[in-house]
């Protein structure tokens, strides 16, 4: 396609050997599906490399290094003994829940308002179907194995709390990506009205402070934002 031969073909030599690709976009560029790039015989991009999106090179970074933090604490419990892996083994497995969900937060009209700003006018719905979603996973997972929060429950200070005893996390609900200032794109979840300490704005410089052993992060979300894993 044109977009292929404009935007990856000049960096092809680059890419000899490369299985994983970051992509970090600039304005419009949010909008183009870059796995979806076709690449003549080759067939689409999403077919050549693993392909993962970062907000910004400063956040690329962040990432990169919480990533070296969890290697390195991950080699230095395999280093310990056989008793200590095994009673960590049983403690993840059954003592402490594997996922963490949490779909369609209650959102009011003044944080929808909050979230938005400096972004296209548009409605922040409810997300019924995100609700089905998260109690779905709950039911694959086990009620022994999850936490599902849904509504009034899904609340920003229980994702703090509570994010780091989890391996996998699944939010379900809007997120609005700032490409301008990436730090401050941020999932919109629920707070209580009497908790000035937080807004229900979970940004992304405070997602990088939390103490995460997460395997597995995910985002199902509004068109405003694109999936970041890492």
Not at 9 to 25: D, F, T
Not at 69 to 96: F, N, P
Not at 115 to 138: N, Q, W
Request: include cysteine.
């Amino acid at each position: 396609s044109q977009l292929y031969e404009l935007l990856i073909k000049p960096a092809e030599r680059q890419l000899q050997g490369i299985k994983k690709l970051c992509i970090v976009p600039d304005g419009p560029l949010w909008n183009l599906p870059f796995q979806a790039l076709l690449a003549g015989d080759k067939g689409y991009l999403l077919e050549q490399y693993a392909i993962f999106y970062a907000p910004s090179l400063s956040v690329l970074r962040e990432m990169e290094r919480k990533g070296s933090q969890l290697r390195s604490a991950q080699r230095q419990h395999d280093a310990g003994s056989a008793q200590k892996r095994m009673m960590t083994k049983v403690s993840y497995g059954i003592s402490t829940p594997d996922l963490f969900a949490l779909g369609n937060p209650t959102l009011s009209a003044e944080k929808s308002a909050r979230a938005r700003t400096g972004v296209r006018d548009e409605t922040l719905e409810p997300l019924p179907e995100a609700e089905k979603e998260v109690k779905s996973l709950g039911q694959l997972y086990g009620p022994g194995r999850s936490m599902v929060l849904i509504g009034d429950k899904a609340l920003e200070e229980t994702v703090k709390a509570e994010a780091g005893k989890f391996q996998v996390m699944h939010f379900a609900t809007h997120a609005i990506l700032d490409d301008r200032n990436p730090m401050y794109s941020k999932i919109l979840l629920s707070h209580k009205e009497d908790n000035a300490g937080e807004d229900g704005l979970l940004e992304t410089w405070e997602i990088l402070k939390l103490n995460l052993k997460i395997d597995q992060f995910s985002d199902e979300h509004d068109s405003e934002c694109n999936i970041c894993e890492n």
